[in-house]
């Protein structure tokens, strides 16, 4: 197993510009997160997926969409970057249960200019 | 709402000395608690969780928490600092329904000196 993975590790983008940050995962989980890491801040939740077709809002979703057509796949869309995006984010996915653990991808760093 | 208090951003200790890093949550239902760590440039690995069943909990390394509900607390502790141990600890905490939604604290960075 692969786990999750993401790509890129590092991006920067200037003011404006789109992206998706990748991520996938070979475990077979339902659930599938984004989070922002950012200095003092801990990890604040992004946008998280319950399945395939159904996706919801976290904490701080402005700015981002994301969409989930397979299982596998959970991609984070920035449409117009800004500065405030700059953050390393993580992809995480677990079983449907919480008392599973969630597993963390390696993380994107992204510097927005 | 649930919410996640760790107490001191940044911990130092002398290898061989006692770990203690506090974590305090609150939370209208019963929670599920969790530490996480993360050494640089990496992304996060669970140390131990709390579900039901028995408050003192042990993880890997050598670390344990125990839950603590009068206290609404779930510190991480380990007998004996290794320098290995130096990396940024993460307490979250997870409400009934989804397991996606953890809401973590600020993180406290842990220094391990000779």
Redesign the interface.
């Known amino acids: 197993n692969a786990g999750?993975t993401q790509t890129p590790k590092f991006q920067v983008l200037k003011t404006g510009q789109s992206m998706t940050l990748q991520c996938a995962q070979d475990m077979n989980h339902e659930?599938?997160?984004w989070?922002r890491q950012d200095p003092?801040?801990?990890?604040?939740?992004i946008h998280?997926?319950?399945g395939a077709g159904i996706t919801d809002q976290?904490e701080v979703p402005n700015g981002y969409n994301v969409s989930r057509s397979t299982t596998e796949d959970f991609p984070l869309r920035l449409l117009s970057a800004a500065p405030s995006q700059t953050s390393v984010y993580?992809c995480?996915s677990?079983?449907?249960?919480?008392?599973?653990?969630?597993y963390?991808?390696?993380?994107t760093r992204l510097t927005v200019t | 709402a649930q919410s996640v208090t760790q107490l001191g951003s940044h911990v130092s200790v002398s290898e061989g000395a006692l770990v203690l890093l506090r974590c305090n949550y609150s939370s209208s239902v019963p929670p599920y608690l969790f530490w996480y760590v993360q050494y640089p440039n990496q992304g996060l690995q669970l140390l131990l969780k709390y579900t039901t069943g028995a408050t003192l909990v042990k993880g890997i390394n050598g670390f344990e928490a125990e839950f603590k509900k009068s206290e609404t607390s779930f510190h991480l502790t380990k007998p004996s600092a290794h320098m290995s141990d130096a990396a940024e600890y993460f307490c979250a905490v997870s409400l009934t329904g989804t397991a996606s939604k953890l809401t973590f604290g600020t993180g406290t960075r842990l220094q391990v000196t000779l």
Do not use: N
């Not at chain 1, 003092?40 to 939740?45: I, N, Q, S, T």
């Not at chain 1, 677990?94 to 969630?102: A, K, L, P, V």
């Open positions: 999750v659930y599938m997160s989070y003092g801040m801990g990890l604040r939740l998280y997926s319950v976290g993580f995480a677990s079983y449907w249960d919480r008392t599973y653990e969630q963390f991808g390696p993380g």
